[in-house]
């Protein structure tokens, strides 16, 4: 079967390079398109991106010359990682034009219309592009710290009701993209301050955990107070948790529901699916960025040191890689799904 031809919207960036090398060589699409600003334009995708993978940019990928989106354009499919300044309006341009948009960014994810999927916890909420107006669609993922909030709570909100979360992050820099924070103010040091992040755990796990029904998603009824920190870490945002529940369960009721957790996505062999999608660690000093957030693709999420909470009922660890389950790897999760399950059959 022919590959489908797809793009990469902000592909000189942070996520755009994650995109890359997970897409060099995938079996169900082709990386036709490159794109970024004017300042990229025209330039060889190696001239413009200031690459800081850890392999070498792939070699028919280095030569292709970096368009905007305003360019002819092959794809059908486009996975953006492009600047929140900019990414409503082009997302929004392309999808009318007929193109399929599955993005990182922050501007359509609370539209009411426009899904914040995750195959493995609510892949019905995909059902909401059947009432999008434009001729192609647009689906988010999640903001990266809420996107390990949302794996880890999904099956304990199922059957113990979350009532109230209090969750603290400690995110790593390639958060903020490239250049990112200055090294001055990160070395050594903790901000306590990433600007509209708190805001955004705040709101985007309610609908993440919705019902969706009736055409519409009903958000969850719980509240969520988030203090949001960027650390001296490259990769992998860590957060620690305490949750109160409705149905209050043991440690043990809580360690089996999230160590038992299988989603019917992982039966369709999906190249992105990670083995287990939850794993649990059993040791006080996991999980840990360094030494876990890599494994499993960068596709797990990590939960460790269940306890009981003295406050509210339990408190976790939950840690997860942040460019690649947190944008680049889910996105292209969702695309997978997408695929397999015919839902992209709107762009041919
Ligand atoms: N980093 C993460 O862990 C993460 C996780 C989840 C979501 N996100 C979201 O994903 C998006 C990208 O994040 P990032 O960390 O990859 O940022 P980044 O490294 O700053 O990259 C931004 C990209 O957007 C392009 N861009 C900037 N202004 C543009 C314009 N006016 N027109 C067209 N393209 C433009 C840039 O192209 P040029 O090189 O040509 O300037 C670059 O390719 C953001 O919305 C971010 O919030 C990031």
Same mark, same amino acid.
């Given at each position: 079967m022919s590959k489908i031809k797809v793009g990469v919207l902000g592909a000189t960036g942070t996520v755009g390079q994650k995109f890359i090398t997970i897409l060099k060589d995938h079996p169900f699409f082709e990386l036709t398109d490159?794109?970024?600003?004017?300042?990229?334009?025209? @330039? +060889?995708?190696?001239?413009?991106?200031?690459?800081?993978?850890? %392999?070498?940019?792939?070699?028919? =990928? *280095?030569?292709?010359?970096?368009?905007?989106?305003?360019?002819?354009?092959?794809?059908?499919?486009?996975?953006?990682?492009?600047?929140?300044?900019v990414a409503g309006e082009v997302e929004t341009y392309l999808a009318e034009k007929g193109c399929g948009i599955i993005s990182n960014s922050k501007n359509h994810r609370m539209d009411d219309n426009v899904p914040i999927a995750i195959p493995e916890i609510n892949s019905e909420?995909?059902?909401?592009?059947?009432?999008? @107006? +434009?001729?192609?669609?647009i689906v988010t993922n999640s903001?990266? %710290?809420?996107?390990?909030?949302? =794996? *880890?709570?999904?099956?304990?909100?199922?059957?113990?009701?979350?009532?109230?979360?209090?969750?603290?992050?400690?995110?790593?820099?390639?958060?903020?993209?490239?250049?990112?924070?200055?090294?001055?103010?990160?070395l050594g040091n903790v901000v306590p301050y990433i600007g509209d992040e708190e805001e955004k755990v705040e709101t985007e796990l309610?609908?993440?955990?919705?019902?969706?029904?009736?055409?519409?998603?009903?958000?969850?009824?719980?509240?969520?107070?988030?203090?949001?920190?960027?650390?001296?870490?490259?990769?992998?945002?860590?957060?620690?948790?305490?949750?109160?529940?409705k149905n209050k369960p043991s440690v043990a009721d809580v360690k089996?529901?999230?160590?038992?957790?299988?989603?019917?996505?992982?039966?369709?062999?999906?190249?992105?699916?990670?083995?287990?999608?939850i794993r649990v660690?059993?040791?006080?000093?996991?999980?840990?960025?360094?030494?876990?957030?890599?494994?499993?693709?960068?596709?797990?999420?990590?939960?460790?040191?269940?306890r009981e909470c003295k406050i509210f009922d339990i408190k976790m660890v939950v840690m997860g890689h942040n460019t690649i389950r947190g944008a680049a790897g889910a996105a292209v999760l969702n695309a997978e799904y997408m695929y397999k399950k015919g839902l992209l059959s709107k762009l041919n």
């Open positions: 490159l794109v970024a600003s004017d300042r990229s334009k025209g @330039k +060889t995708y190696k001239e413009a991106t200031s690459w800081k993978q850890d %392999s070498d940019i792939p070699e028919k =990928i *280095a030569s292709m010359t970096v368009k905007t989106y305003q360019d002819q354009l092959e794809a059908k499919l486009f996975f953006s990682g492009l600047d929140s300044s909420h995909l059902n909401l592009i059947n009432d999008q @107006k +434009t001729k192609g669609f903001n990266c %710290s809420t996107m390990f909030l949302a =794996i *880890a709570l999904a099956p304990l909100h199922k059957k113990f009701i979350i009532e109230k979360l209090i969750v603290s992050t400690m995110q790593a820099v390639s958060g903020a993209g490239y250049p990112g924070v200055p090294s001055l103010d990160i309610n609908k993440m955990l919705g019902e969706y029904k009736n055409g519409k998603i009903i958000n969850a009824d719980f509240i969520v107070s988030a203090h949001c920190n960027r650390v001296p870490v490259i990769d992998g945002h860590t957060e620690t948790l305490s949750i109160k529940f089996k529901t999230l160590q038992d957790f299988r989603a019917e996505s992982q039966n369709l062999d999906l190249p992105m699916s990670p083995e287990k999608v660690l059993e040791e006080d000093n996991r999980p840990q960025p360094r030494l876990d957030a890599n494994k499993d693709k960068g596709m797990s999420t990590f939960v460790g040191r269940i």
